[in-house]
């Protein structure tokens, strides 16, 4: 379908766009009307100026156009803004502040709508929404997309574009690859376009309208899914594949071949071959050969260069890398002959230039190793301390620029014992368990966590996107690991600190830099959930300085007499007392306040000392708190379950309070190293 007049695309929602295109690209503006206000969405470039201007006005007075949404800064999306400036418009040009900074010296006169200032959402007069959703380094840091709530229209703006010598308004059986095409040339890899594809997964979308390619108004997640697979750009790393396994030669080479076809067309793509001694089926097959496959590689490219020239060899490139990464073969060597030539016409090297070119070759690989130094640990080849310090920055930065409510988690990672393996072991043995570490760490990753190895023998996880309650889940299972691998010499365990940006978000007074206030606050939580015995996850404290104060400890008893002699006598020597009278309150007391000792009865109502002891082992955040008894109750049978416990102190009442508060400071004394 090819077409120059404004088509309506769904109730209110136009295509306003031209016929025109340069090298397989055409351009799609859009118009939203909803009411007496319209909102134009990247109206295009200067070449398209005319029809776009046309198709608007066929439709809609350019004063009733209140918004222009730009996704990004490119020409072809922006350059015609000013014209309609020039032509009488008054609106408002919606985008985001990276955009913003950049669109302005194409002399854009109007006031602009900033996303990331508005909530990242549009709310018209009759209280339609629009949504942005972010899509940054695709394949601009700034770039978004628009989200109709009303007709669930995804303006997708770069993304699901395509190359097209053979154009149509809606998307096609071919348009798959084509759509591939365009991506393997933009998008920088599949790292970064797969999350954004797995959030549009999750969202109801009934049509994808791209600004370059074609509409595509069926098989919704089919398209999603395949840019969600899609093995591209700079970052290229597929997988590797067995030639034989996958058809050969002849496989490989029907794949270029179609999508040859799905870019130009079936016909041109049977006259490149006509003469090769090829056959192939009506579906761009090859179905037999005469010459053996490495040949076969080599003729096609040498045939297409020499019939159809360099702006075909150039659309099939980036698909010729990925196959010849994901099959192990060498690049056809018309790639590296024909480049060669046109760089040695393009400089002219000499002798001496080629001398200098190879020293600045091995220059860059010692700049690379020297960079990579810098950037990573030596002992785990993970990003180092430093590298972590400035990503933080870097991604706290753009959440508070972009007035985003993203909610990242940090988790800080600190090994216990380390000190005692270093002492009988050596280094050998304590770089080993750095080394297993991050290998237990690595098999733990579920998603987008990214590892760092900061100073010392300390880790740091920085989650995107998560949950609190699913933070907590992950560093218990990150403690675990640790804790029951048979990996090491001798057991290890870690104390982790976890904390949420939104934690530190709500600080009104920041004394220093928020990502420094985000990452203190985890080191923070490491310190302490050592300090409380170790093997322990902490995921609260104060958001201020942690005081290594005297402490607090937790009395459970329902006798009022026995409480109030004890309270006493610890207040006296500034420690903190808390009480509990039966056992319920005391677990409850116990998980929140985190005291530095427990003294219990054993009977108590709700739950008996022995039963409270048990939910405080089962918990890795209580286990390590230490426990003494002190009953009416002391027995064999009752020693003994004390002891299978864990607890070395039982007391008799009436108990000697001297030898009791002796026991009491040498036991918090010893745990916390006073």
């Not at 290998?439 to 989650?463: D, P, R, S, T, W």
Request: charged share 25%; aromatic share 10%; net charge negative.
């Amino acid at each position: 379908m090819i077409t120059s007049r404004a088509v309506e695309i769904a109730a209110g929602i136009y295509w306003v766009g031209g016929c025109a295109q340069d090298g397989g690209l055409h351009c799609n503006p859009y118009l939203i009307v909803d009411g007496d206000e319209g909102v134009l969405i990247d109206p295009g470039s200067v070449l398209d100026f005319e029809d776009v201007y046309e198709n608007v006005r066929s439709i809609i007075p350019l004063e009733k156009i209140k918004y222009v949404i730009l996704h990004h800064q490119d020409p072809d999306f922006c350059a015609a803004v000013p014209l309609f400036e020039k032509a009488g418009a008054n609106f408002e040009v919606v985008t985001h502040w990276r955009t913003q900074t950049l669109v302005k010296y194409y002399g854009i006169k109007s006031d602009y709508y900033i996303i990331n200032e508005n909530n990242f959402e549009l709310k018209l007069q009759s209280g339609r929404i629009l949504d942005f959703v972010l899509t940054p380094y695709l394949h601009f840091p700034g770039a978004f997309t628009t989200y109709d709530n009303q007709t669930k229209i995804l303006f997708s703006s770069d993304l699901f574009g395509a190359f097209s010598y053979q154009w149509s308004l809606y998307a096609e059986a071919d348009y798959l690859e084509k759509m591939k095409t365009f991506h393997e040339h933009y998008m920088p890899s599949n790292s970064i376009l797969r999350p954004v594809m797995e959030t549009f997964l999750g969202m109801d979308i009934a049509m994808i309208v791209p600004q370059h390619g074609s509409i595509i108004n069926q098989n919704i997640v089919a398209h999603i899914k395949a840019l969600r697979d899609l093995e591209c750009g700079t970052l290229l790393n597929p997988i590797k594949r067995d030639l034989a396994k996958s058809g050969g030669y002849m496989g490989i080479c029907s794949t270029v071949l179609k999508r040859l076809g799905s870019i130009f067309n079936h016909e041109s793509v049977r006259e490149l071959v006509a003469d090769m001694e090829v056959t192939l089926d009506e579906n761009l097959n090859i179905t037999d050969y005469n010459v053996t496959g490495n040949v076969l590689w080599n003729m096609l490219y040498d045939r297409i260069l020499t019939r159809k020239g360099t702006s075909w060899l150039m659309v099939v490139e980036p698909l010729t890398e990925t196959l010849s990464k994901e099959y192990d073969i060498p690049m056809p060597e018309v790639f590296e002959s024909h480049i060669k030539k046109i760089a040695d016409e393009a400089s002219s090297l000499n002798e001496q230039n080629q001398r200098l070119k190879e020293i600045n070759t091995r220059l860059e690989s010692s700049i690379l190793e020297s960079q990579n130094k810098l950037i990573r640990c030596d002992i785990t080849g993970m990003y180092n301390h430093s590298f972590f310090r400035n990503y933080l920055a870097s991604e706290v930065n753009s959440i508070i620029a972009d007035q985003s409510e993203q909610n990242p988690g940090l988790v800080i990672i600190s090994l216990d014992n380390m000190e005692r393996i270093e002492y009988l072991y050596g280094h050998d043995e304590t770089e080993d368990v750095q080394r297993n570490v991050t290998f237990i760490l690595e098999n733990l990753k579920e998603g987008n966590e990214i590892l760092f190895k900061l100073q010392g023998v300390v880790f740091a996880f920085y989650i995107p996107q998560i949950t609190k309650e699913a933070a907590r889940i992950f560093a218990e299972k990150i403690r675990n690991a640790i804790a029951s691998s048979e990996k090491f010499i001798e057991k290890i365990t870690a104390s982790i600190g976890l904390v949420w940006f939104d934690e530190i978000r709500v600080i009104e007074d920041h004394s220093e830099k928020i990502d420094e206030s985000f990452y203190n606050v985890a080191v923070l939580r490491a310190k302490i959930a050592r300090n409380m015995g170790r093997n322990i996850v902490c995921s609260q404290s104060a958001m201020t300085e942690y005081q290594d104060e005297i402490g607090k400890i937790l009395i459970v008893d329902s006798d009022e007499i026995s409480v109030d002699v004890l309270k006493t006598a610890l207040e006296n020597i500034n420690y903190r007392v808390i009480s509990a009278s039966d056992g319920q309150a005391a677990l409850q007391i116990a998980r929140e306040e985190r005291p530095l000792l427990i003294i219990s009865e054993v009977m108590i109502p709700k739950l008996d000392g022995f039963l409270f002891r048990e939910e405080m082992l089962s918990d890795s955040n209580t286990s390590k708190i230490p426990f003494i008894y002190l009953s009416y109750l002391k027995n064999d049978e009752s020693v003994l379950r004390a002891s299978a416990l864990g607890v070395e102190h039982y007391f008799k009442k009436p108990f000697m309070l001297s030898e009791l508060m002796g026991v009491i400071q040498n036991r918090i004394k010893g745990e916390t190293g006073r």
